[in-house]
T-cell receptor
Framework: SQQGEEDPQALSIQEGENATMNCSYK?????LQWYRQNSGRGLVHLIL?????REKHSGRLRVTLDTSKKSSSLLITASRAADTASYFC??????????????FGRGTQLTVWP | DTEVTQTPKHLVMGMTNKKSLKCEQH?????MYWYKQKAKKPPELMFV???????INESVPSRFSPECPNSSLLNLHLHALQPEDSALYLC????????????FGDGTRLSIL
């Protein structure tokens, strides 16, 4: 399977703390994306990092990508209760018949306590 | 508010019913997607339309029938569904079919009795 694997599956922290989620994948990629899903809602695209990039920032989000280890991490700094959600990594293939597909990881459920 | 609108938000149907899910986007995107998501699982791709043509069918049973009447609309016709088809059905769109970010609607919560 080309699906990513995320860890941890669940993470519980206090407001103000940082949250780190990891994602590993198996095949070569064009890019890796992170999405957030609040309970009962659709997925929201957070950030995209291309295979030739190593780090990217967006507000309180920092994403790293290590293509040699086929892994990525998402860091949320100074977390807030509103960050409580499921977070999914998704890899986009770089060629061939898999173009157009995103392969989603199992997700990390983040709970931020006030 | 999401830019991809899905209706209805909730649907309960019997196994012999015929119903349709609708999805609309006005972002000028030329690729549209249907996903199925079970509780506490990632979305599973069902279909991809690129420039109004079906480009990917992930071996979905024929009781699910997609339709793309124009570049803004995507339908999923349902017939003779099974209880295991109960799930959240998500529609998404992207500028073109490929590796770019996808914009998701809030889904239709489908329950099969």
């Amino acid at each position: 399977s080309q699906q990513g694997e995320e860890d941890p599956q669940a993470l519980s922290i206090q407001e103000g703390e940082n949250a780190t989620m990891n994602c590993s994948y198996k095949t070569s990629i064009n890019n890796l994306q992170w999405y957030r899903q609040n309970s009962g809602r659709g997925l929201v695209h957070l950030i995209l990092i291309r295979s030739n990039e190593r780090e990217k920032h967006s507000g309180r989000l920092r994403v790293t990508l290590d293509t040699s280890k086929k892994s990525s991490s998402l860091l949320i700094t100074a977390s807030r209760a509103a960050d409580t959600a499921s977070y999914f990594c998704a890899t986009a293939a770089d060629r061939g018949s898999t173009l157009g597909r995103l392969y989603f990881g199992r997700g990390t459920q983040l709970t931020v306590w006030p | 508010d999401t830019e991809v609108t899905q209706t209805p938000k909730h649907l309960v149907m019997g196994m012999t019913n015929k119903k349709s899910l609708k999805c609309e986007q006005h972002m000028g995107h030329r690729a549209m997607y249907w996903y199925k998501q079970k509780a506490k699982k990632p979305p599973e791709l069902m279909f991809v339309y690129s420039y109004e043509k079906l480009s990917i069918n992930e071996s979905v049973p024929s009781r699910f029938s997609p339709e793309c009447p124009n570049s803004s609309l995507l339908n999923l016709h349902l017939h003779a569904l099974q209880p295991e088809d109960s799930a959240l059905y998500l529609c998404a769109s992207s500028q073109v079919s490929g590796a770019g970010p996808q914009h998701f609607g809030d889904g239709t919560r489908l329950s099969i009795l």
